[in-house]
């Protein structure tokens, strides 16, 4: 029991809603090791119906998994003490200062990753279009498991279920590698109001609950949240980057959202709207997927920071 990854997955099951089955999920920062000498850092805690699991990070490779609280012997840990881990530097990426009285920063964190190749991430913003599906079969016709970081939003998460699922069982059998990155709940945005009121600079969001509520969903959907946090808008300011950090997230930004980018160096970070929201970059992804213009291989976004 303690040897296999745990899938909550409360779906399937009547009653109340799958997140009120989750209770007491609370952010903590935990050193941990097993009977076998694995050491993991625990950075949240619930209660389920199936007893009290711990969201565990391996401080290395950055890899999510729940596993049973029983299975760890956990002490309080600070982030200094994490300090030279590989997975506290990516959460404590400076960042770089805001422009010229701006109120908020653009596209702050890690936005370009490590090594050679190229990272794919596709945004589920909140949309009423369905998943576009030829993006995710002409990722699957690159390779078994091609790696794809998806920033969901739990707003497109509840109101695209049989989405969701397709793409829960193209990576269950094998098809895609599928990251979950954080997009926050509600992802709000009022076209053409000032960046600074904007997104999840909107006066009166609660960012605590746009983090912990995602993730939660996503838990209780049967999928498991990586460290990323990807910030509706790519905009944010100095308090929601440390929100992020005080929660043990990896802020993740791009190099550009697709339609713009320069030409595109390795450790690129490729970002394109999936959603149905953006067709025009879904498009221009394809062309330059064609013309070799994409850097390979296309890599896993736990190994960017
Ligand atoms: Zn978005």
Redesign the pocket.
Known sequence: MCRAPVRVDMAARPGASPQSRLRGYSAVLQQCRNLWGDQRLAIRKMNTDAGALLLTVDPQTLATRLEPEACWTCVDTSDDAQASTRFMRAVHVPDKPAAARASFLRNAGLVHGGGEGSYITG?L?PAIRPLDRAFIDRLEKLGPKTPVAL?I?GLWLTRHAADFQYLRERAQIGALDITWVN?SFH?PFVPGRDFGRNFLLTPGVDAQAEILDTEKLLIARGETPSVFFRF??LISDAALMDAVRRNHLVSLGADGWLVFAAPLRPGAILLVHPNGNEPAGLRLFSKMLDKNLLPRPFRAINEAP
């Open positions: 945004d913003c920033a939003s997009h992802h509706p808008g």
